[in-house]
């Protein structure tokens, strides 16, 4: 080994050697704190300012769409994984009477049990519900615990859309802020003893540290044993797991709908992290949903028409997440999905996962790059608002409310081959039900060997929607020989 002291070195120097660079590293934001988490090479941040950055995402995200009305109530749907619960701190932080910059809207919680799905024991799902329990008492948000069995009882008009007034988003948030804003002062100077910076949404709501009274659905009241045996025999009966997983999320969303419907909710916020959406894209495109992409990765979803879906949480990658968590001891349960432990050429969801995490890990801007170039190319919000191609109230498919205009019809045929279809399903149950769906459902749903396990509240829609299109064909094609009659009568 060479010696500081050869000719052929430099001369061995009495001052101290230099720290390494990373030990001298400043937060980037403050320029005085010591670094804590490090998001990206180069952006290292300490704890309050790793704090303020990401809650600023989130606040950023809904304050520049301006969607959420104040005084409005919002349903947080509550998985138990880290990003959701993130989320729900979000919202419990911006609520609190410490924030800057509160937020202004009614929350409340759902949670949707998917034990009898995944496979999980009686005692196991008991246990996770406990933990689920435990911490919606601490949030102390209205809360709706939900058993996936209840898909069994939900009435076929959770299928259908029911559409509202357009409204002029900038002028009419800017009212309802100044509006919230004088009954917030005129609350303020009535209360005498009361803090002047209470909201009216304090006033208004009293959180319980329990479940709501009033909801019909509650926790004590489990499902029966038919519901659980009838919906185990349902994801049994499905062949591939990505069938099963498409299936769990279609029926996830309609039970989550439902609720938000029968308890006055019209927003429903969801925890996907930049990181999922970013999966989720190119998952859609393998199954062959890219018609569809500003509707399940943009901010806001709103082809329910009355209950818009809205995403604060998809700037925040899943490494933020973790961090955010870890450091501010944000609580979380761990439930069991479908895909826990399976292999990764299980589904293709587990395929395209991944594939984007390792690449992830190899290039930190994988995630960025293909959310917001591929979104940006084929799912850009601005395509979210332009009219539906088929503005009829029953032409979009059945599990995803996809318009069936946008795409599906296209990759089948078109006109020839649904009048083909309209005359054959009068005898075929399946193929009624089957053309009643997009593209990606289609091709899920040749994985289900029978469409009896289904739950009855989609087979009754798919019925109504059939003996509607025949009627309209029939009443179609009654007007056209009307009017041959009456262009020969008028030869003659």
Known sequence: MCQVGEDYAEPASEEPPPRQPGREQKCVKCKEGLPVVVIRAGDAFCRDCFKAFYIHKFRAVLGKNRLIFPGEKVLLAWSGGPSSSSMVWQVLEGLSRESAKRLRFVPGIVCIDEGAACGLSPEARAKTLAEMKLILQTVGFPWHVVALEEVFDLPPSVLRCFAQEPVETEGAYKAAVDSFLQQQHVLG??????????AQGEEQLSWPCTQDPQNPQSPDRPPTAAQTEALSRLFDSVKTLTAKEELLQALRTHLILHVARTHGYSKVMTGDSCTRLAIKLMTSLALGRGAFLAWDTGFS?????????????????LKEVAFYNHLFAVPSVFTPALD????????????????????????????????????????????????????????HCTLLFCRDGAGA???????????????????????????????????????LPSLDPLPPYILAEARLRSQRACIEQQIQEYLVEDSDDEAQTGES
């Open 409 to 447: 019809g296209l990759l089948w045929g078109g006109q020839a081959l649904r009048e083909v279809q309209l005359c054959s399903r009068r005898e075929d149950p399946r193929a009624r039900v089957i053309e009643q769906l997009c593209y990606g459902c289609r091709v899920n749903m040749k994985d």
């Open 189 to 198: 100077a009535e209360g005498a003893g009361d803090s002047p910076s209470l």
């Open 340 to 395: 826990t432990k399976a292999p990764e050429k299980a589904s293709i969801h587990r395929l395209m996962e991944a594939f984007m995490l390792r690449l992830q890990d190899q290039f930190p801007s994988t995630v960025s790059t293909v959310y917001r170039q591929c979104h940006g190319f084929w799912g850009s919000d601005s395509l979210a608002s332009v009219p539906d191609a088929a503005p009829h109230p029953t032409a």
């Open 301 to 317: 979803d709103e082809r329910h028409g009355d209950v818009v879906v809205v995403r604060p949480m998809r700037e925040h990658t």
